[in-house]
Every structure is written in structure tokens, then in C-alpha cells.
């Protein structure tokens, strides 16, 4: 079994940054592609960002790209995501994914292991 435990997140103005991590334990698979997700306040959960297990091939949402980057320490089993450029539209809860798989995906049905969730709030 893969924990995923996340950090990061909190509260902060347009037009900041903030970085979330995510930390998997256990029977652990380095080579996992990883992704965050998020979930705003009555919307369906949306795609953000994935990368593979060997740390390429990273993909995002339109709606984050150029200002989120994801990227990730396999020595660490570590992945993160660098916001910038924060939007009050970026508030929601952001959850960290992982696949049994090497390759990305994008839909969450494709993902096996989730982390608890982290709220992010930006504020106009």
C-alpha cells in the first residue's frame, strides 16, 4: 500500500506563489507517475498537472500552464507543484495522485493512490 501525505498550501494574495508537496511512504513505487488534481467549491474535480516516473513529460491544465510547475525527487519520492501567479480562480482543495504506471494520464479514475487534500486559498 502507497500513503501519500501532502504539505504546503494555506493562504495567499493574487498574483503569489505557493508550493505544495507530496510525500509517498510505503511500499513505494519510484517510478509512479504523479499528478495533482483540485476541486473548487461546487465544481467537479479538474486536472492540473501530471508528470511521468522518470520526471519528464510533464502536462498541464490550460488554465495553470505557464504559471504551475510540476516536477519531483525520486530519491525522495517526492513530487511538488510551484504555483505562481496565483488567481483567486485557483481556490480550491488540491489533491496529489499516484499511478501504479510510469506513464501520465489525465482522468482521476486513472490514478490508484491520493493524498489527504490540501486547501489553497487565493484572495483578490
Known amino acids: 500500500q502507497v500513503q501519500l501525505v501532502q504539505s504546503g498550501g494555506g493562504l495567499v494574495q493574487a498574483g503569489g506563489s505557493l508550493r505544495l508537496s507530496c510525500a509517498a511512504s510505503g511500499r513505494t513505487y519510484s517510478y509512479s507517475a504523479m499528478g495533482w488534481f483540485r476541486q473548487a467549491p461546487g465544481k467537479e474535480r479538474e486536472f492540473v498537472a501530471v508528470?511521468?516516473?522518470?520526471?519528464?513529460?510533464?502536462l498541464y491544465a490550460d488554465s495553470v500552464k505557464g504559471r504551475f510547475t510540476i516536477s519531483r525527487v525520486n530519491a525522495k519520492n517526492t513530487v511538488y507543484l510551484q504555483m505562481n501567479n496565483l488567481k483567486p480562480e485557483d481556490t480550491a482543495v488540491y489533491s496529489c495522485?499516484?499511478?501504479?504506471?510510469?506513464?501520465?494520464?489525465?482522468?482521476?479514475?486513472?490514478?490508484?493512490?491520493w493524498g489527504q487534500g490540501t486547501q489553497v486559498t487565493v484572495s483578490s
Open positions: 495522485a499516484g499511478r501504479r504506471f510510469t506513464t501520465i494520464a489525465t482522468s482521476y479514475s486513472d490514478f490508484d493512490y
Open positions: 508528470i511521468s516516473g522518470s520526471g519528464g513529460n510533464p
